[in-house]
């Protein structure tokens, strides 16, 4: 908690789900000033993921008070918005990139170590072959050794 003269913040992280954590008397039912949902991953809408956040989704939505959502990428923020937007939800502001995000995409990143991975299991296997004996001759000394 920070306190000022004139007003006491108050920031909770909750563990568990809001809606049960408000039933089970962890939180106060007074509404928040804004909640944060930090990559949920409702934006995937796969259904075992999403489904469980439905019912929170519905009480901070009736709680009528911002609501910021941060996800992977603009794809999973497509999904947060179909999903919002299926509550009916009013959205002020549609996705808008992270201005802190890495210059280039993290699966282009990724598969650049795929290939630099590939490139480096390629060289070790271009190396074993070149010890590997190619001629009667070597191959008669390779097994004297």
Avoid: M
């Avoid at 993290?106 to 630099?116: E, H, I, K, M, N």
């Amino acid at each position: 908690s920070v306190s000022s003269a004139a007003r006491t913040h108050e920031v909770k992280a909750v563990c568990g789900t809001l809606h049960t954590a408000i039933k089970d008397g962890r939180l106060s039912s007074s509404a928040p000033d804004a909640t944060i949902l930090f990559h949920s991953g409702i934006g995937t809408l796969i259904w075992p993921l999403a489904r469980s956040w439905l019912p929170t989704l519905a009480e901070l939505l009736s709680l009528r008070v911002p609501l910021l959502l941060t996800c992977y990428n603009k794809h999973e923020s497509e999904g947060e918005v179909a999903l919002l937007s299926a509550f009916n939800a009013h959205i002020i502001d549609g996705p808008l990139p992270n201005a802190f995000s890495h210059p280039v995409p993290l699966d282009a990143l990724a598969a650049g170590a795929r290939l630099a991975h590939r490139d480096a299991d390629a060289q070790a296997l271009l190396e074993d072959a070149a010890d590997q004996p190619t001629t009667p001759a070597d191959q008669q000394e390779a097994s004297a050794d």
